[in-house]
């Protein structure tokens, strides 16, 4: 046990210490004292479920927390003085000196308290605005555009001035970062004056990508406040300049069809996506901008603008019938073909994939990647599985919809192929016939395998191509001496109907049959060919 | 038999539906490279979240074990500390203090919307982050096996310091690779695999030797050090046996066949063909029997001609075997699961009547009214099939 006097001696010299300490620690102050100790490790294993050491603490074992050596104690304690709402000047200036941590989380709990912190922590923040360090700036900008800003997007006159001028100044900072959440915070303050909608513009077309692409969505608040300003941007001779005009200028504007026609692939999978949102132009147009951009997107930089427009695309439609018949399946056989022609490290192309197949990531875009992959149809009679029956019987229902079920199945029930049963009879229960679908199933009649054959006969019936063919090859296997073959083949002749007369006398002989099974089967197919004759 | 029948396999699983699952919270640890010489330690703050600190140890210290509490030792040096917005699902330290490689994201393993595996330098940069997508086409992710939280497709990975590469081993065993000097993703060449037998930790050797088997590389000089070394772990010395005896190479298979009953290593088992060829078919049948883990991942790689094998088993009464049929497709075997759903075994009748139903659908309506009239032991189980059996 600690005395009480030493304690509190502690406590003061605590607070002598912070009151003395510098805003920030110079540029090359040696690294902060590492590692923690093993109780304080324990505190920092407990995680939010575990006790918090400043839950009940006073304000001066926050200020304690804040100079302590270990960072897990100066986050918390930058947490528990923001919980808190402490403004007392020690306290501030503690967060203010961890404004320049070398740890980014710690920085931004510091800058998230003292904007929340009235106005002395405020102007903390405000006179950090100028530190040496980016970090701490980016940080210091962080608090003031969120914290301060996001509640109410106030006409710049109405904002305290020593706001406005860190902004502007930050809107020019070296540090690209910074200058992003500087541009960033002026738009949010939706100015009115024309010196700075100009500076925005003017940023807004002449920076760099690593700043401009994250200006897109700030400047768009903007909206009319912007007047005509960004509009000639769409001719500008930079495309990425078009690029970004085309996702800000409202698509009703008189010329932007024509990006559709332009010759950046983005710029014109931007204008599609615009003005199909808009309604401007049908789902089908959309589709073949998007398709025909994927097939000119010759840079793997140009095939990642691209893509990433259509994952925007897909996860604004996800449930739309119309859109996925109409536009989806010819986005995603253009994918298809992209993701062949820069193989597999086609990294966007694949992120697409995922993201388009709708619904995602179900059982039916299982099946359906199984049946696109070419690996699954090598041919080999080595290649060995199973469960592709699964994703045959899982395609059918999109046989019709989509073009590539349909090519899928009719590719795995050529001769030779594994499982090439289950494709066969998913394509005789298929809603719609595939393209190709009857020639696969004529050819199964000469299979080797009389399963095969049988899985034939009853997905031709079944597509009502007519009893004629079906009828040799269910006779055939009603004679079998495998009770597995007759078994499909009595399930055949059900199929048949009252073409199935002829078997009758067979049947019947096999109704008798002392197995069960056989028996059940027989009973069952005698029923169905009678009850088709009445 | 082609590696990707590997693939294939996991279809079964994924097909199963998300299985849900639960975590325990992570928790803070130290992690060392295989000599010892170099750790991170991981402090967490939240739930998941926390900084990494790499260490050197203090030169002539003893070596840091591979696993600890999240302690400094005192006087050994920190290189660097990182915060890591997601705890990692693994850590992988390099030995020649290169950096560090954190593995995908604790609780949600393969998000293939993230990029959280990274490498860190010693200087605390961020050479690479990258996630499932980067690394594997969407076919392939869409195999690995899935559950409510996480794509589970990582089996391993080690760090090859040579090479500057963080090879990656997901449970369809062939590997990528990404560079540590720029993130370029890679195909591992067969040198990389060649390599990682004389890498110093067993884990890293026991995965390389898998995807050499895969891979049928003639690696047996390597192999059959590591099969003369008793210093290595079993799992280490079941594969080089595997690898040696699909190399041909007399003396080994007994080692290598020893693995396959093992419970806590099913690699062995549904990699048997892989090894053995079609002589895989009736010890995979007696595993099978047996009820070994893997064993229906095995029958499967040989595809339909596993088909009379099962049924036998199934007339035989082992209940496994219906399962096995159900994921062979084989819908020829519906009138051996039909007489098998009559079986006094409930346990039996009930695996069959599971496998004709999701096999037959509609078809066996008849079959199923007649066993319910004859009466079996799992009559309420037919009753529920009946009334789903259009779905």
């Known amino acids: ?534 | 038999m082609r590696r990707t029948g590997a693939a294939l396999l996991l279809v079964l699983l994924a097909t199963a539906g998300s299985r849900a699952d639960t975590w325990s919270p992570w928790r803070a640890h130290r992690v060392a490279d295989p000599t010892g010489r170099f750790y991170v330690v991981l402090t967490k703050i939240g739930w998941a979240e926390g900084f990494a600190t790499l260490v050197a140890a203090a030169p002539g210290s003893p070596p840091v074990p591979a696993e600890g509490p999240p302690e400094i030792r005192e006087g050994d040096r920190i290189l660097a500390r990182v915060w890591l917005p997601e705890a990692p699902y693994g850590v992988l330290v390099s030995s020649t203090g290169a950096g560090f490689a954190a593995i995908d994201a604790y609780g949600r393993l393969g998000g293939w919307e993230g990029r959280p595996t990274r490498f860190v330098d010693r200087d605390g940069e961020t050479r690479f982050e990258v996630g499932i997508a980067d690394l594997f086409p969407p076919e392939r992710i869409l195999l690995f096996p899935r559950s409510i939280s996480s794509t589970w497709w990582y089996r391993g990975a080690w760090l090859d310091d040579e090479a500057g590469l963080l090879v990656l081993v997901p449970v369809d065993g062939e590997p990528r690779a990404v560079s540590t000097e720029d993130g370029r993703i890679l195909d591992v060449p067969d040198a990389a695999i060649a390599r990682a037998l004389d890498h110093p930790d067993p884990a890293a050797r026991a995965l390389a030797l898998e995807v050499a088997i895969l891979r049928r590389l003639d690696l047996g000089a390597k192999a059959a050090a590591i099969r003369a070394d008793p210093e290595e772990p079993r799992a280490v010395h079941i594969r080089a046996a595997g690898l040696l005896t699909q190399l041909g190479v007399p003396g080994h298979e007994d080692a290598f066949l020893a693995g396959t009953f093992l419970d806590d290593d099913d690699w062995i088992t549904a990699h048997l063909p892989d090894v053995l060829g079609r002589r895989a078919l009736p010890l995979l049948v007696k595993a099978l029997r047996s009820g070994a883990r893997g064993a229906r991942l095995g029958l499967l790689r040989f595809g339909r001609d596993a088909i009379p094998a099962a049924e036998a088993l199934l007339r035989e009464g082992v209940p496994a075997a219906a399962e096995a049929l159900l994921d062979l497709g084989a819908r020829e075997s519906l009138p051996v699961l039909l007489r098998a759903v009559a079986s006094p075994d409930e346990k039996l009748a009930s695996a069959a009547l599971r496998a004709a139903a999701s096999l037959g659908g509609a078809d066996i309506r008849p079959e199923l009214e007649a066993l319910l009239a004859a009466g079996t032991k799992v009559d309420d189980d037919i009753r529920y099939e009946l009334d789903h059996l259009d779905r």
């Open chain 1, 1 to 534: 046990m600690v005395p009480m006097g030493i304690r509190t001696a502690l406590l003061l010299f605590l607070l002598l210490a912070a009151a003395c300490a510098p805003a920030a620690p110079p540029a090359n102050a040696p690294p902060l004292p590492l590692p923690p100790t093993k109780v304080e490790e324990e505190a920092w294993s407990a995680g939010p479920e575990g006790p918090d050491p400043f839950e009940n603490a006073d304000a001066n074992a926050i200020l304690a927390g804040l100079n302590d050596p270990a960072p897990h104690l100066r986050y918390r304690a930058a947490r528990a003085a923001r919980r808190r709402e402490l403004a007392m000047p020690a306290v501030l200036d503690g967060l203010a000196a961890l404004l320049a941590d070398p740890l980014e989380p710690i920085r931004q709990a510091a800058a998230e308290a003292l904007a929340e912190a009235g106005d002395e922590g405020f102007a903390r923040l405000v006179a950090a605005t100028g530190a040496p360090d980016a970090g701490t700036r980016r940080a210091v900008l962080d608090a003031l555009t969120s914290s301060r800003l996001s509640a109410d997007w106030r006409p710049v006159e109405t904002l305290p001035a020593r706001l406005r001028e860190p902004l502007l100044a930050a809107a020019e900072d070296p540090d690209p970062l910074v200058r992003r959440r500087g541009l960033n915070g002026l738009a949010r303050i939706r100015p009115t004056d024309d010196g700075i909608l100009d500076a925005i513009a003017a940023h807004f077309a002449s920076e760099p990508e690593e700043v401009g692409r994250w200006l897109v969505g700030g400047v768009a608040r903007l909206g009319s406040l912007l007047g005509d300003r960004i509009v000639p941007l769409l001719e500008s001779p930079d495309p990425v300049v078009r690029r970004r005009a085309a996702r800000i200028v409202d698509p009703a504007t008189a010329g932007y069809d024509a990006l559709l026609e332009d010759p950046d692939a983005v710029v014109r999978t931007i204008a599609a996506e615009r003005l199909l949102e808009a309604e401007r132009i049908p789902e089908r147009r959309a589709a073949e901008v998007q398709a025909k951009a994927l097939r000119d997107a010759d840079t793997p930089g140009m095939l990642r603008e691209v893509c990433e427009r259509l994952s925007g695309l897909a996860g604004r439609r996800p449930g739309d019938e119309r859109w996925r018949r109409d536009g989806a399946d010819l986005i995603l056989r253009a994918l298809d073909k992209a993701q062949r022609r820069t193989g597999a490290d086609a990294t966007a192309v694949n992120r697409s994939l995922l993201v388009f197949s709708p619904p995602p990531r179900s059982e039916l875009d299982l099946a359906l990647a199984v049946l696109r992959s070419d690996r699954f149809f090598a041919g080999s009679d080595e290649d060995s599985y199973g469960p592709l029956w699964i994703a045959a019987r899982d395609a059918a229902p999109w046989v019709g919809i989509r073009p590539s079920a349909g090519e899928a199945l009719v590719r795995s029930a050529r001769a030779g192929a594994p499982d090439r049963g289950a494709a066969i009879r998913a394509l005789g229960a298929a809603p719609a016939e595939a393209p190709g679908a009857r020639a696969a199933i004529r050819a199964a009649f000469d299979d080797a395998d009389p399963f095969v054959r049988l899985d034939a006969a009853r997905a031709w019936v079944a597509r009502g191509y007519g009893a004629g063919m079906a009828i040799a090859t269910v006779a055939d296997a009603l004679r079998s001496g495998d009770g597995r073959v007759r078994w499909h083949a009595l399930k055949a002749a059900a199929d048949l109907g009252s073409a199935g007369a002829a078997f009758l006398p067979r049947i019947r002989r096999l109704a008798a049959s002392a197995d069960p099974i056989e028996h059940a089967a027989a009973t069952a197919a005698l029923r169905a060919i009678r009850e088709e004759d009445r």
